[in-house]
């Protein structure tokens, strides 16, 4: 699976993948479970990179003395808001605002999707941010007017 980055801007991304064929009805809904899956732990502030204690800690997490007084000052880190998922031909976009969430939701999200384009179905290519040719855009489309039942 190929990764592509565009102009990204956090608030106000597309994220675009073409799958290898036309995807079947099923097919949408094992992808839309991934992303969906990915926003909802980035909700939460599962994507916090100043507060990744246990990851820093190394291989032996015996006993490991979790600290929930750092966790509990550390800047929230948010997913915000989730568009809805559109498709045209090979190709599939949703548009999110990641908020103050820190880019290992990315790594985690383009982790994931290149496990799941190996097993499960095949993603050619995966664009994070900016625009793709032949199908356009709603520059009204914002954190403030998406329309979304995720937010």
Same mark, same amino acid.
């Given at each position: 699976m190929q990764i592509k980055f565009r102009e990204f801007n956090p608030f106000d991304s597309w994220f675009w993948w073409q799958f290898s064929t036309t995807p079947s009805a099923a097919e949408k809904q094992y992808v839309e479970e991934v992303f969906r899956s990915w926003f909802f732990l980035g909700k939460l502030g599962g994507f916090n990179a100043e507060n990744i204690q246990i990851q820093e800690t190394g291989l032996d997490l015996n006993y490991l003395q979790y600290d929930e007084d750092y966790a509990d000052q550390s800047f929230m880190a948010l997913?915000?808001?989730?568009?809805?998922?559109?498709?045209?031909?090979?190709?599939? /976009?949703?548009?999110?605002?990641?908020?103050?969430?820190?880019?290992?939701?990315?790594?985690?999200?383009?982790?994931?999707? /290149?496990?799941?384009?190996?097993?499960?179905?095949?993603?050619?290519?995966?664009?994070?941010?900016?625009?793709?040719?032949?199908?356009?855009?709603?520059?009204?489309?914002?954190?403030?007017?998406?329309?979304?039942s995720y937010n």
């Amino acid at each position: 699976m190929q990764i592509k980055f565009r102009e990204f801007n956090p608030f106000d991304s597309w994220f675009w993948w073409q799958f290898s064929t036309t995807p079947s009805a099923a097919e949408k809904q094992y992808v839309e479970e991934v992303f969906r899956s990915w926003f909802f732990l980035g909700k939460l502030g599962g994507f916090n990179a100043e507060n990744i204690q246990i990851q820093e800690t190394g291989l032996d997490l015996n006993y490991l003395q979790y600290d929930e007084d750092y966790a509990d000052q550390s800047f929230m880190a948010l997913m915000h808001n989730m568009g809805e998922f559109e498709y045209q031909g090979q190709w599939g /976009r949703c548009w999110f605002d990641l908020g103050t969430s820190d880019a290992i939701a990315l790594d985690v999200l383009v982790n994931a999707l /290149r496990q799941f384009s190996k097993d499960y179905v095949e993603i050619e290519v995966l664009c994070i941010g900016g625009q793709n040719n032949g199908w356009s855009i709603d520059q009204d489309y914002s954190s403030f007017n998406n329309g979304d039942s995720y937010n």
